[in-house]
């Protein structure tokens, strides 16, 4: 995009990329196209390395889009003097030796020609086809003129919404990026700290969640080197002292080698030195750096079965170390990366870490997304993967691409992640909003997925609460959220989601109340800045609201509000007794009853107290050889009953359990309410109703009232009022 100049010394190339003479290619393109029956010698590097890729590429559309660029931009020079045409043909050449398609690389040669020359839309649409205008289109910036100080962060929300309809918008943002890195020497220090701080913050975020890790590890080196020179520095000084350091994986390598040889399985064995700021981490972590800490040993086989068999033969044959072990194959990165790590202990106790996948994982591992060609051509289509964008002047102009017989897109590249990104954002008209927000949701490098309770999925930051769940799973419905069940567990919302974790989310369903909308205390537990947007608008919204608190009940009676009973509903077969029903379990017809005498002085005559037979008082009172009396229930439809109400705690909620308990015709008799724990509150009523048979209908009636998981009969002594 812009036009850095080129840095000789750029840090941290990657071993084994082909280094590009720009000046070479500058000449060339100063002297023009070549004959028509060729390619320009310029774009030969690009061709070639498209062809090793894609075989049968037709590399005719490159040879339109490469003088369409060089015309344009001839007379534009780069910082550094190189013809400006170096720059997308850089940018071009790391794609193509990822493997992107031809679409891909037709649309990067002209990534800079809208938004730098006389180019427009319309010529680029009219000349290649919608699919590659909307790639160009996606990646040019908005102008600050127009925009001011918000043109950085709405340019960004404009790839990320360009990217949500085609993945590669975000490909060829990241190579080009990568390449203004590699030529950002000759920029003032305070520029080249606040691209590199921009870069560390959004584009390698994306380039991880991509996959593109070729791309990540070299912006990450890149980025270490000028925000962090000293140390980068002290990096590049271990790694040139410990030159040799490759000699000790190459002696495991070996042994490797032999070893699966044997095993008749048929595997490449390499060592994979580790970058710079993988060196300095693994530094940090272990202190003293060891010959085998340099570096991981990396093996390839054909297929998924032969991952398993060689992780078998390396911990038959050398020490496993056991805590290393990750099958990344049974369960792949959110970012598309399959592999199996492990890591063997040798006689001396040094330990080599190994990765071990499939040629095709490993393409994935490095490419990433760009590895999957074009994702959005049906599978089965003739054309599909064939690198030619012949057919796209036939798509729409929302170039979004082809899409299957069902209208499902086929399409893996939009994870989790970016669906839930870009829900957000359209809630973030504020740039400055836009901007902290995302770097905060890019900051979060792990993703755990959670069931609901319908079978669905829902993927989620690492260390996401309920709260997020709820706001993943319902948007603002989530406002009435109250509880939930995590794994068949009452849990509060504050609750941190596990990584397979079932998650039942409890809501206020029939209040219309505004009062049932989220509390403050939701911010502290919310990790997803689609929930903490929504929050907090719904408190602007209702400031009063906000001042309420969730649950503030303390212990508290209500009054009396009829006389106890001088008897009870029962009859006891014992002459002259006083019958009482138990405090602790409250019976009520027709539930199988049994009685014990009461003893004591207090008690005046003979007493008799009935409990439930499931009462855990009568299987104390016949441990302690108590007799028990038979006792019958008597014709009249009245009784008392002790039911305690297990709820989430909210403002109203004591009104509402009343007035549905008087909507079923009971009568108050006391009340209790403990202070709540854990967002959690529980009511005691004793209650009189007219006749027990209303009982399971009063149960029902007090459940239903929003807030309410659970209404049980009391099966402890009842609080006195």
């Given at each position: 995009m812009s036009a850095e100049a080129t840095n000789p010394g750029a840090h941290s190339r990657r071993r084994g990329r082909p280094r590009i003479d720009l000046r070479r290619l500058g000449r060339a393109a100063l002297l023009g196209p070549a004959a028509r029956d060729r390619l320009p010698d310029a774009i030969g590097h690009v061709a070639d390395a498209h062809r090793a890729h894609h075989p049968d590429a037709d590399l005719a559309i490159l040879h339109r889009a490469y003088v369409l660029a060089e015309s344009s931009h001839r007379g534009q020079f780069r910082k550094s003097g190189e013809p400006y045409i170096t720059h997308p043909l850089a940018v071009t050449l790391i794609l193509a030796e990822l493997g992107a398609e031809t679409t891909t690389l037709t649309a990067s040669l002209l990534h800079d020609t809208v938004e730098d020359t006389e180019v427009t839309l319309d010529q680029v649409r009219a000349e290649f086809g919608a699919e590659v205008c909307y790639l160009v289109d996606g990646v040019t910036k908005l102008e600050k003129v127009d925009y001011g100080a918000a043109a950085e962060p709405?340019?960004?929300?404009?790839?990320?919404?360009?990217?949500?309809?085609?993945?590669?918008?975000?490909?060829?943002k990241l190579a080009d990026r990568l390449h203004n890195m590699r030529t950002l020497g000759v920029m003032r220090p305070e520029k080249q700290a606040r691209i590199a701080r921009v870069t560390r913050d959004v584009l390698i975020p994306l380039a991880e969640r991509l996959g593109v890790q070729a791309l990540k590890t070299e912006l990450e080196d890149l980025v270490f080197a000028i925000l962090h020179p000293q140390e980068y520095e002290r990096t590049r000084a271990l790694i040139a002292d410990n030159a040799t350091a490759g000699d000790a994986l190459g002696a495991t390598a070996e042994d490797f080698r032999a070893v699966l040889r044997d095993a008749d399985i048929t595997a490449e064995v390499l060592i994979r030195p580790r970058h710079f700021v993988s060196v300095h981490r693994t530094r940090l972590k272990r202190g003293e750096m060891r010959g085998t800490d340099f570096g991981r040993l990396l093996v390839l086989v054909g297929e998924d079965a032969d991952c398993y068999a060689v992780l078998g033969e390396l911990h038959t044959c050398f020490t496993p170390v056991i805590s290393e072990f990750k099958d990344f194959i049974a369960t792949p990165k959110f970012n598309l990366y399959q592999?199996?790590?492990t890591a063997v202990a040798g006689p001396d106790g040094t330990v080599t870490e190994v990765l071990i996948r499939t040629h095709q994982m490993h393409k994935v591992a490095e490419a990433g997304v760009i590895a999957l060609g074009n994702p959005y051509v049906p599978v089965d289509a003739d054309t599909a993967d064939t690198g030619d964008a012949g057919d796209a002047a036939e798509m729409d102009a929302a170039g979004t691409g082809a899409e299957p017989a069902d209208g499902e897109r086929a399409d893996p590249t939009r994870p989790g992640w970016l669906s839930r990104l870009l829900q957000w954002q359209e809630s973030t008209p504020d740039p400055d909003a836009f901007w902290t927000s995302l770097r905060a949701d890019l900051a979060q490098d792990r993703e755990i997925t959670v069931f609901r309770a319908d079978g669905g999925m829902l993927g989620l930051p690492a260390g996401a609460s309920c709260v997020d769940a709820a706001y993943a799973q319902y948007g603002e419905r989530a406002h009435a959220c109250i509880g939930a069940r995590v794994n068949g567990r009452l849990a509060t919302l504050s609750t941190v989601l596990r990584d397979g974790d079932t998650v039942h989310l409890l809501r206020a369903h029939d209040t219309q109340d505004a009062?049932?909308?989220?509390?403050?205390?939701?911010?502290?537990?919310?990790?997803?800045?689609?929930a903490r947007i929504a929050i907090t608008s719904w408190l602007k919204a209702h400031p009063e609201e906000a001042r309420i608190p969730a649950a503030t009940p303390g212990r508290a009676a209500a009054p009396i509000t009829a006389d106890r009973p001088g008897a009870a509903n029962a009859v006891a077969d014992l002459p002259d007794a006083t019958v009482r029903l138990a405090g602790c379990c409250t019976p009520v017809p027709p539930d199988a009853v049994t009685g014990f005498e009461v003893r004591g002085r207090a008690v005046r005559g003979r007493a008799v107290t009935v409990h439930r037979e499931a009462c855990p008082a009568v299987a104390r009172m016949k441990a302690l050889d108590r007799k028990p009396i038979a006792v019958s229930w008597g014709d009249a439809a009245e009784c008392r009953v002790t039911l305690v109400a297990?709820?989430?705690?909210?403002?109203?909620?004591?009104?509402?359990?009343?007035?549905?308990?008087?909507?079923?015709?009971?009568?108050?008799?006391?009340?209790?309410?403990?202070?709540?724990?854990?967002?959690?509150?529980?009511?005691?009523?004793?209650?009189?109703?007219?006749?027990?048979?209303?009982?399971?209908?009063?149960?029902?009636?007090?459940?239903?009232?929003?807030?309410?998981?659970?209404?049980?009969?009391?099966?402890?002594?009842?609080?006195?009022?």
């Open positions: 709405e340019t960004f929300r404009k790839m990320l919404v360009a990217t949500g309809n085609d993945v590669r918008v975000m490909s060829i592999s199996l790590h009062a049932s909308g989220p509390s403050p205390d939701w911010l502290d537990h919310a990790r997803t800045p689609a297990e709820s989430f705690g909210r403002p109203r909620l004591l009104a509402d359990l009343t007035e549905a308990i008087a909507t079923e015709g009971a009568a108050v008799v006391a009340a209790t309410v403990e202070p709540p724990s854990e967002q959690r509150v529980r009511h005691t009523y004793t209650l009189r109703l007219p006749d027990a048979a209303g009982l399971p209908a009063l149960m029902r009636a007090m459940r239903d009232v929003p807030g309410v998981y659970d209404v049980s009969r009391a099966q402890h002594p009842a609080p006195t009022a």
